[in-house]
């Protein structure tokens, strides 16, 4: 099992460009989240989704677009980003939301310059 | 929604002490309470978790108490290593569909 991956590792991007950072689990997990990492901050819930065609918003959903055609696949897309967005972002998922541990993925560091 | 505090933000001890952080949170309905620790540069990794109907658990030298009454819970460290020496957040979720919400953190620092 590979478990929780996400790509790309870093992301550098403009104001206003948009863009999807990819996360894939092979553990046949049904929830799935989004967290975003600021510095000092604990995680932050940006979407999740607790199956396949079902997403939610989190805390801090403001720019944010996600889907979930697949229970492998959760994909977040920034619309038109923002300085206030970079961030360290990481994907998450358990076999189910509560309680039950929860897998993370290594992360992206994105900068939005 | 849920509300998790975390104190101390920063917390040193000398090698061979305990360390202690602790969590309170203002949702009665939260029933799930796990700690992560975050090692620099790298992903949370869950170390203890532990469930409304418990008041106690121990892994080895980690141990997590839960209040519900006071809707408080800590993390017990004893024995402390450099290895432990990472930042260390503390969680509460309210069930199936909710999600979790994150202490903002405790950076432990063990000294040799």
């Known amino acids: 099992n590979a478990g929780v991956t996400q790509t790309p590792k870093f992301q550098v991007l403009k104001t206003g460009q948009s863009m999807t950072l990819q996360c894939a689990q092979d553990?046949?997990?049904?929830?799935m989240s989004w967290y975003r990492q600021d510095p000092g901050m604990g995680l932050r819930l940006i979407h999740y989704?607790?199956?396949?065609?079902?997403?939610d918003q989190g805390e801090v959903p403001n720019g944010y677009n996600v889907s979930r055609s697949t229970t492998e696949d959760f994909p977040l897309r920034l619309l038109s980003a923002a300085p206030s967005q970079t961030s360290v972002y990481f994907c998450?998922?358990?076999?189910?939301?509560?309680?039950?541990?929860?897998?993370f993925g290594p992360g992206t560091r994105l900068t939005v310059l | 929604g849920e509300n998790v505090e975390q104190h101390p933000s920063t917390l040193s001890v000398q090698e061979g002490d305990s360390a202690v952080i602790k969590c309170t949170y203002s949702?009665?309905?939260?029933?799930?309470f796990p700690w992560y620790k975050q090692e620099l540069g790298k992903r949370p990794q869950l170390i203890i978790d532990?469930?409304?109907?418990?008041g106690e658990k121990k892994d080895q030298r980690i141990a997590v108490t839960l209040n519900k009454t006071a809707k408080h819970f800590s993390l017990h460290i004893t024995e402390t290593q450099p290895e432990d020496s990472a930042v260390y957040f503390c969680?509460?979720?309210?069930?199936?569909?909710?999600?979790?919400?994150f202490g903002p953190g405790t950076r432990l620092s063990v000294l040799p």
């Open positions: 532990i469930r409304s109907n418990v």
């Open positions: 998450a998922s358990s076999y189910q939301p509560s309680p039950d541990t929860q897998y």
């Open positions: 553990m046949n997990h049904e929830y």
């Open positions: 989704s607790v199956g396949a065609g079902i997403t």
């Open positions: 949702d009665s309905a939260s029933n799930y």
């Open positions: 969680a509460a979720s309210r069930g199936y569909g909710q999600n979790f919400v």
